[in-house]
């Protein structure tokens, strides 16, 4: 069983991990990484624009969850769209299963 205290310093500490990392972020992307010698700077992301398949009400729903599961504001830098049969497969397997023999 969990205690509250004990999910309560859990969540504190990944509050402070969550912070720790965002402050890092913003460090690199006002160009601390070319002060750093010691660590590579990241490549240049290339900046293309949405893709007419996404819209910008979907582009909204992202970021606004990807806000909600991280807490804080995240900067989309890339979507990539990854179509699979794997998806196909799996529809076909689910309303397969749900049928009584």
Known sequence: MVKVEDFSATLEQLQAQIEE?????????????????????????????????????????????????????????QIRLVSTAAWAQEGRVSIQASHRL
Do not use: K
């Open 21 to 77: 990392m965002s402050r890092h972020i913003e460090f690199l992307e006002q160009g601390g990484a070319a002060a750093e010698p010691s660590r590579q700077a990241a490549p240049a992301v290339r900046e293309d624009p949405v893709p007419a398949d996404i819209t910008e009400a979907e582009l909204i729903a992202i970021s606004a969850a990807l806000g909600a599961y991280l807490g804080v504001r995240a900067h989309i830098r």
